[in-house]
Every structure is written in structure tokens, then in C-alpha cells.
């Protein structure tokens, strides 16, 4: 029967049978898209496994075995059903109020505005105590290096973590975290200081730490001055300092959505501007 399936597919592919593999491998992803992260994953892993034996005992004329594993098979649809109740039920809710790809998106967008919002409020009240940060934005260029000299966190960003982690005399504080798209990837790493010349000597070990990484990688970082609670950017070798809400908020949202009107690197260069004006 799997032989029988597998000559079809290959040998007499038409219009109808290419639409209807399409279709399929939709509802397959939607599926596996539905039970990520969820005791549903591993049973579908193992109706996986058990599909998988059933063409090794059919290639390999296994007769008895595969009329066993046939015979439950042949009641799979009402299987899947009690299996996946919980997840079917919730496909059906979601196409009942609308597309799925436009709730996906729609959660994208509420998950990086949540995130730009607990950077923000993180930064302001580190500010605003002055207590000194540094925040490692990875883009292009791997940061792993980077990250193995720290402590491993890898948890979801939000103010509170990232506030606590540069609380002074905590474990964590002294260092710089590094952030991966959503992810707080790790603390207390350390970054080499630039070796440029004609930096200002009211700059501290965080902000030269900051231009280093910023000079021998795409790396965006964020810096609070724990002297004066200012906060700064460097990116490319330069730093831009004096960042406010806004400015802040024109960076991230820069960062994680580059299809907006306009990109970080454009308010980078406003605030280079304005900086070199004062």
C-alpha cells in the first residue's frame, strides 16, 4: 500500500494531485504550528514514528506487523480527534474569528511592542536611579562568543528581569547582558575595550566596553551611565548619547520591524547630528 502511494506521487503527479499534496502540507503545518510547546507535540511525534515503522515493515515484507500497525492506522481519523481535541477545537475558533496568519501576525506585533515597552521601562528606571547598565543588541554578526563568557539565562525579555540582573551586589550586575531577537540570551558577559583614542575621560569601563563590541561587530548597544544616569548608543564605533523615551523607542521599534518608514540607523544619524551641533 505505501509502495503503491509512493509510485503515485512520483510517477503520475497532475494538477489535482499537486493542489491536493499542498493542501495537505498545510494542514500538517498548521497542525504542528497548533501543538508547539504542547503535550500535543509529542503525540504527533509518535504518530510520526508510528507511520515511519510502517513503511520500514512494508518495504521489508514484515506482513504481520504491518497488518497490526494497518489495522490502527485505519482508525486514525477517529483517533486524531480524541487525541487533538484541544488543539482542533482551537483551529476552529481561530478560523470561526479569522485568518490564522492574520492573528500570527497580529500577536508578532503585540509581542514586539511589548518588548520595546519593557526595554524602555527598563532603561528609564535604571536611569532614573542611575544605576549602570549595558545592553548588547545581537544582529547579524554571532554574538556566541560573547555569551559563553557570561552566566546563561535565556528567558523571555522583560523590565523586571532585566532590572534585577543590574541590581547592584547581585551576582549578575557587573557586566553586560546580551539580547538575541526576543530572548535574554545571558548576563555578566564580557566585552574587550575599545583601544581608540580621543575618548572623553569622563566616559567609564561600560561605555568604552560599548564602543568595543560596537567597533568589531553590527551589534547595537545600550548603555546607562551610573554616574549620571544618561543614556547612550553605540553602534558602528560612535557613540550617540542623551537618548530619551522617544529616541529609544525610534531605535527599537527600528530594530525589530526594519519595514517601518524609518530605520535605527536613520535616528542614529539624527542624534550624531544633534549631538555634534551642541
Known amino acids: 500500500m505505501i509502495q503503491n502511494i509512493v509510485w503515485n506521487v512520483f510517477h503520475r503527479p497532475g494538477l489535482s494531485d499537486i493542489l491536493d499534496i499542498l493542501i495537505v502540507a498545510v494542514i500538517i503545518y498548521q497542525l504542528l504550528m497548533l501543538t508547539r510547546q504542547t503535550r500535543g507535540s509529542a503525540v504527533l511525534k509518535g504518530l510520526v514514528l508510528l507511520l515511519l515503522i510502517v513503511g520500514v515493515s512494508d518495504a521489508l515484507g514484515l506482513t504481520a506487523l504491518n497488518w497490526l500497525l494497518m489495522s490502527v492506522i485505519s482508525n486514525g481519523p477517529l483517533v486524531l480527534v480524541i487525541l487533538f481535541q484541544p488543539e482542533i477545537r482551537k483551529a476552529l475558533e481561530q478560523m470561526g474569528r479569522g485568518a490564522i496568519i492574520e492573528k500570527k501576525r497580529h500577536d508578532e506585533n503585540d509581542d514586539r511592542e511589548r518588548i520595546i515597552s519593557e ?28 555569551i559563553e563568557t557570561g552566566i546563561s539565562i535565556d528567558a523571555e525579555i522583560s523590565s523586571a528581569l532585566l532590572e534585577n540582573i543590574f541590581e547592584p551586589n547581585t551576582p549578575l550586575h557587573d557586566g553586560a547582558v546580551v539580547i538575541r531577537d526576543a530572548r ?36 547595537v548597544v545600550l548603555i546607562v551611565s551610573e554616574e549620571t544616569g544618561i543614556i547612550s548608543m ?45
Open 234 to 278: 553605540a553602534r558602528g564605533g560612535k557613540l550617540t548619547r542623551h537618548l530619551e523615551s522617544k529616541s529609544l523607542r525610534e531605535i527599537l521599534e527600528g530594530m525589530y520591524d526594519q519595514t517601518n518608514g524609518r530605520s535605527w540607523t536613520q535616528v542614529f544619524r539624527r542624534k550624531a547630528k544633534e549631538a555634534g551641533t551642541k
Open 184 to 219: 535574554v540570551m545571558a548576563g555578566a558577559c564580557i566585552l574587550t575595550l575599545t583601544e581608540g583614542r580621543g575618548i572623553s575621560h569622563e566616559l567609564g569601563t561600560r561605555h568604552r566596553a560599548a564602543i568595543g563590541i560596537s567597533e568589531t561587530t553590527d551589534a
Open 119 to 146: 526595554i524602555i521601562q527598563c532603561l528609564s528606571n535604571l536611569s532614573r536611579r542611575r544605576v549602570g547598565a549595558l545592553i548588547v543588541f545581537e544582529r547579524k554578526t554571532g554574538l556566541k562568543d560573547v
